[in-house]
């Protein structure tokens, strides 16, 4: 019975590890906003200098009683040479104490590494210490070098560098630091490294592979981690490699500024084969640079990633600006799992982030409370459903945020991948409290990931008379409404309010959506918004723009058995409205029509286009009433100018038959006389 009992436990301690492994979508929480050791210069020591340039770092490792850190520090002047010393630890979390006798490697005056020796990575090989560095000679060349030790503080270097700088390379022709070794299964030695070089000139990743650790093959797929546009347009570097779950997961720097100018943030990136790597750039910097004036403002570098009491830990740098101050700090990765089923209860930051395996309902009766702070992500195209209350209540400092983990194949409509199924609003019990979402981040939704019987609302669907919500504060961004089967439309990219549901939308940016229909090249209505049948939200002081519909209304879309929404205050610019094959397109920014009877007052809707016609505002039945709103500057594509479609405003053919559009001291770019109205001449007052 023992043996069973410990099989048992070993079997669900595995299972619990790989639920809580490091993939896409980390969120890291510091146990301390101060670091655990500040690591303090001493004049006229080896550590003189112990911030303040790209050759002061190192890596942690343990050796199987201790966690030690080899790092290295500048010397006095006037060499200013580096050296590696030796910091010890019994745990991540506690203190690191300096060795006695450090440094324990310095340049050799009489070898290759005359100069200086820097940023070391260490690993315990069996009963071997190995040490690969960067060492410089007199002729200000960076290579890497290797050196053995039988207990970690004395050290018999290798005669010869073992990777060198390549002159003739197109992105290694400078020097080599930061060298990150790991040591697979089958004996296999993998380095990644930090190279300089290349136009524009900059830091880069590349990848050796050797047999012994000693004679090392480049890897032809190099850089491996280059450049970017987006988190690292200057420079990479400082790699942390861990094989988990089959694949290799590196935590690295980078940044848009080089260090000093702007801060060194941590980043992600994921391989099957250590060789092509995806970066996480939805998720990022792994630690959040600190304050002005703090020991993180200048940012930070992974240390080593490391599982101590059942939970991942990073051990991180972290410099200020000046970088003057250097110190160590722990950070833990201990994610929440949520399968798919019933929810209640509250939510915390630090609980982050809450990882849901599935669809989720909050039911009738029962409350989530969601904290500032709080990061969400669904893993398996699951949605929120509710049927309670949700009291999502963000800061503007401490947003919380919707999201999936990895946002993989978001851009294929048909495949529903890297995506979310958004919030769903059904069936409210007015005696439950009212909703609320405000200062949320809601990401990457799409109607089609929550099952065909929500046509609409990638990110939000507000069903079935659902009222007692408010979202405010709040940015609703790259969300799709898809339709897939050959009836009705795809409804509201982002938001879809629907049969009778009265919901407050206050001040909120909505922009990124997108409704598409995709059996229907005119299918997709209200890029932004969808309010229809019979619903009257409250629609105030949001900013609805870069949202598309491949049909008609490509920020917001009104429609059917008496919508009255009430839209005060908001900006409505720089929406598009463009069918599937490019020709067609209505509403730009608004479309509204059969029956519905929106109320417009204070609005700006300016810069938006449409494929034919009505490139602000396009009317198809229903009395509109728009009061004091501009409507100007915006555009059709393709109609010719022998069609008189309405750059501006268009009303569609007889069915204005009955309907009025009443303007009151509005700015119709070019009057009424500029107003495609067909047939129906009078039908704008």
Known sequence: MRSVTITLLVCLGTLVMAQNAPEFGQVWHAISEEPTTALEAVDGEWNTFIAGTWWTYGQVMWDGEMYRYYVSASGPGPEFLYSIGMYTAPHLDSAWVPYGNNPVFEGDPESWDNLDVSTPCVMKDGDLFKMWYSGWNTTLTGHIGYATSADGYTWNRHAEPVLTYDPDSNWEDGYFISPHVLKEDDGTYKMWYTARGGDPLSERIGLAISDDGIEWTRSPA????????????????????????????????????????????????????????????????????????????????????????????????????DLETYALRSVHYDPTIIPGGNVSGSWTKSGSPYRVEGTITVPDGETLTVEPGTTVEFLNQGSL?????????????????????????????AAVAGVWGGFRFNLINTMNDSSLLEHCDIEFGHSQAASMSFSGGGAMKIDEGFSKLRVENCLIQYNRAIRTDGTNYAYGGALDIDVGSNPDILYNTIQYNYARHLADPDGGTGGGICVRRGSQPLIMGNIIRWNQAAGSGGGLAIWSEESEPELINNLIVENNAVTEDGLLGYGGGVATGIDAN????????????????????CVNGGDATIINTIIANNTWLNAPDTVQWGHDMAMYDNSMVGYHVDLYYSCLEGGPDLVCRQSNSDKIA
Request: charged share 20%.
């Open 222 to 321: 190099n850089p491996v981690i280059d450049l970017d546009d987006v988190q690292n347009q200057n420079w990479v570097g400082y790699p942390t490699v861990k094989r988990i779950n089959d694949q290799y997961v590196m935590w690295y720097s980078g940044g848009n500024a080089y260090p000093g100018d702007g801060p060194m943030d941590i980043y992600v990136a994921i391989s099957e084969d250590g060789i092509i790597w995806r970066k996480d750039q939805l998720y990022g910097p792994m630690v959040e640079p600190g304050p002005a004036g703090s020991w993180l403002e200048g940012g930070s570098v992974c240390m080593g990633v490391f599982v101590e009491d059942g939970i991942y830990k990073m051990i991180h740098s972290g410099a200020d600006v």
């Open 385 to 413: 459903i509710v049927e309670g209350c949700i009291q999502a209540q963000g800061t503007q400092d401490e947003r919380i945020r919707f999201r999936v983990d990895d946002t993989l194949g978001f851009y294929d409509d």
């Open 598 to 617: 929106p109320r417009f007052i204070n609005n700006t809707i300016a810069n938006n286009s449409a494929g034919w016609g009505g490139g602000g505002f």
